[in-house]
């Protein structure tokens, strides 16, 4: 099976550190973001990944070409940002299979690829999270309140996606998949959803998310 990775952003919101280095080079508990989500889709039979690179590609480069990580692993290069549709679009010529699989570049999880494998043009989803206390009501009076959680029978998309390589031709050549192919496709009952539930998941994009991710990572990816 293959993969490719959206791994092309500028990573702003980890300013400084993305000043000098590229997001996926960013460290988890001393390991690259990349080198944690190779792991991944190794441990569920991926043997061939395209990253799609974009600002400091040659840093991404220059760490993975001395890294065994067991995957061949191939480059699309954006010299200019083409959104997740044209990324995909530019990286999945490369590949010959019927499908393939997608996963953002700062996404960290143990969602089952091979369940997610079993549905086509499929996006991989968990229930809600918020960072924001709960509020249950009745009337104009709270009668429970709850920390953080998760939010049941919300369903968010968790960044992961098993597609078909028909889809290609309907990707816009720049442009986000989420923007343009996806909300036609739901339209058109053509897109479908696997739900997961008790999953870990993360999603760098802060500090914050760093620190609570190190504290698991290597439960979630071992």
């Excluded at 200019?80 to 999945?92: D, M, R, S, V, W």
């Excluded at 960290?108 to 996006?123: E, F, R, V």
């Amino acid at each position: 099976m293959k993969a490719i990775i959206l791994a092309g952003g500028r990573g702003k919101r980890l300013r400084p550190v993305t000043d000098y280095i590229p997001k996926p080079l960013v460290p988890i508990k001393n390991i690259p973001i990349i080198e944690w989500q190779l792991k991944y889709l190794k441990k569920f039979g991926v043997d061939e990944v395209i990253i799609c690179t974009g600002y400091k590609q040659e840093m991404v480069e220059s760490y993975l070409d001395v890294k065994k990580t067991g995957i061949k692993i191939r480059y699309s290069v954006e010299k200019n940002p083409l959104g997740t549709g044209g990324a995909i679009k530019k990286a999945g010529k490369m590949i010959k299979e019927k499908s393939f699989f997608v996963i953002n570049g700062d996404t960290i999880t143990n969602i089952d690829l091979k369940k997610l494998s079993k549905k086509q043009n499929s996006i991989a989803s968990i229930e809600l999270q918020t960072k924001f206390g709960i509020l249950e009501t009745r009337g104009d009076k709270i009668i429970n309140f709850k920390e953080k959680k998760e939010v049941s029978d919300t369903w968010m998309n968790a960044g992961i996606y098993h597609l078909e390589k028909s889809i290609l031709k309907d990707l816009p050549d720049k442009g986000d998949i989420e923007k343009t192919v996806f909300p036609d496709y739901a339209k058109k009952g053509k897109l479908n959803i696997v739900k997961f539930k008790n999953v870990k998941w993360h999603s760098i994009d802060s500090f914050k998310d760093m620190e609570e991710c190190a504290l698991e990572v290597e439960k979630i990816i071992k």
